[in-house]
């Protein structure tokens, strides 16, 4: 086999250190793939497979796309699952000598991705560490893109507990990418969950990864502390294990700019309200359950944010609603004092329009990918920043004022981009162009020179034309042989003697001269260098910008949270939300209160209602109604309003007064579980089992059927022991809103304290039924299923004959027709009604309804269960 080239030798030697990675190999203009990666490549990202001669044989396998368009290429293999590394050239090629040197600047993961290009601005990219030790877990999300490090401790009685516990965690922040070791890998409906349930790369770490020997002072070097009391995980070391393990995964494929997360967000259970993942998906938070889109959810509704950073923000309030009244209360001043001064709604609104994603521009400058495209975007959002504290210096409210003082006008950032960079800089940054006139006298000279050479080549021209007496004389350049003096055949003969031939042509001669040579290198020099300056100056404006980087941190995060409580007061403003009073009274008492997802999507008035819950007398709402008439809708937007209220919204309704709810927790709906070969049933009570394991006598309870899934006895029996439970203030005590079509269920009132029953009103007229949409005190009176199912489209025939079955039911006089002895009638399709009742089974009846057993004597009652044996048989 021949020996390979050199070039190749350095591809082989980069891939060796990246073998489960694409590598991006630069070359030129181009990032080039070879071998397994080209065809690979090529195979996903429909590029044509071509070849390079390499010093073998065999010419090897290549394929590339342009460095200037990279990343759309790269966004396209990271959805795939694929990481990509991309490898530099380190070097400018011009000045090299020898072969250019190449490394790996970083390795792009779904996780660790830094372009806007491949990230959605209104949604955090979270990559996640988990550390199982026992039945606690150290979990961590980082978002590269942001800086954002958030870190808890999850525990659980037993494996089952503490998996679904990280189950939820998972679902709430939705990292794109997850760390784990092997012991996560032993929780075993764990991986099932992520592999099948989320969108999501799983990377398998070693043990080594996660050594607390390892792990902590890496922790402490981060976030440049002795001890780490310091940052209050001297008793959490899963957390320690967690991050430093992040910080590793990080450190081998980012390379530089982990300085960008200075900040570790130690969060606790107690901090905010317990949502979890069939809460976030039953109410519809931040998508709708079916087409998974934002229309229709509380975000959609909500979402009135003007920066990329207001709409990150706003999806974590949403999923992350406090329980702290004194911290709700000063979100709600903020909003109220916003929401009655519509002047200064509209400045602001206009003032954040201007603001660019500050968060993520300065996460590239830290990281070193920035152009200055980047630098002038950064310089665009500090210009509106004066304006925008100008209009909060007169703020009352407490969260105002803080966001007034934390908010830096960056002026000298700007103006530093303002001299540095021209209005419209280029793409790369390795081709000059970038630096703006009299920002560095060096470089002007540079320019000087080659703009003076160009003037200087034109004289030279004009000047031997004149003394050779050739008058189509003129001076070129070319790559291969530099500046050149060209004489068309017709005057070769004339060229003087110092002239010294360098290229003859079809048509004419080319000349140099020691006069141009030396031209030559000064203008070729001088651009040269000059490339090579802006650069260095270019990096130089790069890092000073990057070294403000907690001031602009700071100010992105003011601005994120100005946005979402002006989002908040201009939807309660068009909506006619009012201010709800938020204690620890344990009340939520509602008038005239309205889903807010509903009326934002029907045309028609929305009609609102009341509720009454309490610790006491009324803890337990039990609904009764048909299907369709908006009992869901009513436990719902009762849901919403408490998780608005808690987020430190405005809400609809014409009063509500809000006792602080530590969770949610909702059971709605029938869905099979078919990944995980579970049924209706087994999900309904599984969600159930959940719900009164983990519940507390604060949370807020959506129980909508349960029991529909298995045998009307049975579902009955489960249905009012789960009602008994959850409504014993020994057992649990919850509030609790409980829909039914066991209409039995209705005489708990009578029998515990707490429960009162409710129903929607429904309006009758013959066969035909109108749901007034209404909550009265009461048990309904009547299922109204087969009206329902009228309304539904059911063939009017079904509709008869189940009214035939209805009234038979009810009289308990209805008759089967056994095979053989059906009556036919005239219409050959009613052969096929269901008989119900076996034909002995009424003479049955009437013998037992008959008997007085309290009168009977022993051998009596032994006839009469004869003779009963007897007819059974």
């Keep these: 086999m021949a020996e390979l080239s050199p070039m190749m030798k350095q591809y ?50 290549m394929c590339g796309v342009p460095f200037h368009s990279y990343e759309t290429y790269v966004a396209r293999l990271i959805s795939k699952g694929y ?34 290009s491949m990230l959605d601005e209104s949604k955090n990219n979270y990559i996640c560490s988990l550390c199982i030790s026992g039945t606690q877990a150290g979990v961590c999300f980082a978002d590269v893109s942001t800086g954002e490090l958030h870190a808890t401790t999850l525990y659980g009685k037993n494996a089952e507990e503490l998996t679904q516990r990280l189950i939820n965690e998972l679902s709430r922040f939705s990292p794109r990418e997850i760390l784990i070791g092997q012991e996560a890998l032993d929780l075993s409906t764990l991986p099932d969950f992520i592999k099948k349930r989320m969108s999501v790369s799983l990377e398998l770490l070693s043990g080594d990864d996660f050594a607390a020997e390892t792990c902590a002072p890496l922790v402490l070097e981060q976030f440049h502390k002795d001890d780490l009391d310091e940052l209050e995980l001297s008793e959490k070391p899963e957390i320690t294990r967690a991050v430093g393990a992040l910080l590793k995964y990080l450190k081998r494929t980012e390379r530089a700019g982990l300085e960008r997360m200075e900040d570790l967000d130690l969060y606790s259970g107690t901090q905010y309200m317990r949502l979890n993942l069939n809460t976030r998906r039953n109410l519809e938070l931040l998508e709708t359950m079916r087409s998974k889109e934002k229309r229709g959810s509380l975000l959609w509704v909500l979402d009135r944010t003007r920066t990329a950073m207001g709409k990150r923000l706003i999806r974590s309030w949403i999923e992350n609603p406090l329980l702290s009244p004194a911290q709700i209360g000063r979100r709600l001043n903020a909003v109220e004092e916003l929401l009655d001064d519509s002047i200064l709604r509209d400045g602001l609104s206009n003032r954040l329009s201007g603001i660019h994603d500050l968060e993520r521009l300065m996460s590239r400058i830290v990281y070193g990918n920035s152009n200055g495209r980047e630098l002038r975007s950064l310089s665009f959002a500090c210009e509106s920043l004066p304006m925008l504290k100008s209009l909060l210096k007169d703020s009352r409210s407490e969260m105002l004022r803080g966001i007034w003082g934390e908010i830096d006008e960056l002026q000298d950032l700007r103006g530093l981009i303002e001299r540095a960079i021209v209005d419209e800089p280029p793409f790369s940054v390795r081709e000059g162009g970038v630096i703006r006139p009299g920002f560095s006298e060096e470089l002007d000279h540079l320019k000087g020179d080659m703009s003076d050479g160009r003037g200087v080549i034109a004289r030279i021209e004009a000047q031997e034309r004149e003394r050779t007496g050739i008058p189509k004389l003129k001076v070129g350049y070319n790559r291969v042989f530099g500046y050149y003096i060209e004489i068309s055949n017709a005057y070769k003969d004339q060229a003087p003697t110092e002239y010294i031939r360098k290229q003859t042509l079809t048509n004419c001669e080319r000349f140099i001269t020691p006069e141009l040579k030396e031209l030559e290198g000064r203008i070729l020099g001088a651009h040269d260098k000059s490339v090579q300056l802006e650069y260095q100056l270019f990096d130089s404006v790069r890092k000073r910008v990057a070294a403000q980087m907690s001031r602009v941190q700071k100010t992105a995060a003011a601005v994120a949270r100005l946005d979402v409580l002006l989002s908040f007061a201009q939807v309660s403003a068009d909506r006619k939300y009012i201010r709800p009073t938020v204690n620890l009274n344990g009340k939520i008492i509602l008038k005239e209160s309205r889903h807010p997802v509903v009326e934002a999507l029907s045309e028609e008035p929305f009609v609102p209602n009341d509720a009454d819950l309490d610790r006491e007398e009324n803890r337990v709402a039990i609904i009764t109604g048909p299907n369709m008439a908006g009992k869901s809708t009513f436990m719902r937007q009762i849901a919403l309003i408490v998780i608005m209220a808690q987020i430190g919204c405005f809400v609809p309704a014409a009063s509500a007064e809000i006792g602080i709810v530590d969770a949610i927790f909702t059971r709605v709906g029938a869905s099979d579980d078919l990944a995980s070969g579970q049924s209706t049933f087994m999900v309904e009570m599984a969600e159930v089992a959940e719900i009164v394991k983990e519940a507390t006598s604060d949370s807020l309870l959506i129980l909508d059927e349960i029991g529909r899934g298995t045998s009307t006895f049975d579902g009955m029996s489960i249905a009012r022991a789960v009602l008994e439970y959850v409504a014993d203030r020994r057992q649990l005590g919850a509030k609790t809103l409980f829909a039914t079509h066991y209409h039995e269920l209705t005489e708990l009132e009578e029998l515990i304290p707490g429960v009162k029953n409710y129903n929607i009103a429904v309006k009758k007229r013959g066969d035909d039924i109108t749901f007034l949409r209404r909550i009265i005190r009461g048990g309904a009176d009547d299922s109204y299923g087969i009206e329902v199912a009228k309304l539904a489209g059911v063939p009017n025939r079904i509709i008869t004959r189940a009214k035939q079955i209805l009234a038979e039911l009810d009289s308990g006089n209805a008759v089967p027709q056994q095979k053989g002895n059906v009556k036919k009638s005239e219409d050959p399709e009613d052969d096929m009604q269901l008989a119900l009742i076996p034909p002995n089974q009424t003479e049955i009846l009437d013998k037992l309804g008959g008997l007085d057993v309290n009168t009977l004597t022993p051998i009596e009652c032994m006839n009469t269960l004869f003779e009963l044996t007897k007819l059974a048989k």
């Design 12 to 61: 082989f030697e980069i891939k060796k250190q990246y073998p489960d990675t694409i590598l991006f190999f630069r070359l030129g203009d181009f990032y080039e793939m070879f071998y397994d990666d080209a065809k690979l490549a090529s195979r996903e990202l429909e590029l044509t497979l071509t070849g390079r001669d390499c010093g073998q044989a065999e010419r090897a396998p």
């Design 83 to 116: 990481k990509v590394a991309i490898c530099e050239q380190m070097e400018d090629p011009a000045l090299a000598k020898g072969l250019v040197k190449r490394d790996i600047i970083r390795v792009v993961t779904p996780g660790t991705v830094l372009e806007n």
